[in-house]
Nanobody, 122 residues
Framework: QVQLTESGGGLVQPGGSLRLSCAAS????????MAWYRQTPGKQRDLVAR???????NYADSVKGRFTISRDNAKNTVYLQMNSLKPEDTAVYYC????????????????WGQGTQVTVSA
């Protein structure tokens, strides 16, 4: 089993910054893609940013130039640095990871974190 634990959400004023963290733990054989999604009430969960194990990244158009995704492979952790935050960035942010679990007989996994609330408001 692989678990994701997110942290770093909170309330921030427009124009401010937050840094989200997501640490993977458990029986990890290897981690492939790690990503951040966000969701507001009544809407679908949308991709914010994704990073591969090799460090390639892609972003939603709405956050390009403001958000940066990075990862520390030694710590099995992914980060999302969010700058110039806008009220429309308000959402629950979820971490997602996929890879292989189980060293004796590796099997594919895909798992989500529990979500962390980000609120951008004056």
């Amino acid at each position: 089993q692989v678990q994701l634990t997110e942290s770093g959400g909170g309330l921030v004023q427009p124009g401010g910054s937050l840094r989200l963290s997501c640490a993977a733990s458990g029986d990890i054989y290897n981690l492939n893609d790690m990503a951040w999604y966000r969701q507001t009430p009544g809407k679908q969960r949308d991709l914010v940013a994704r990073i591969t194990s090799g460090g390639s990244t892609n972003y939603a158009d709405s956050v390009k130039g403001r958000f940066t995704i990075s990862r520390d492979n030694a710590k099995n952790t992914v980060y999302l640095q969010m700058n110039s935050l806008k009220p429309e960035d308000t959402a629950v942010y979820y971490c997602k990871a996929d890879g292989l679990t189980g060293r004796d007989w590796p099997t594919i996994f895909e798992t989500w974190g529990q979500g962390t609330q980000v609120t951008v408001s004056a």
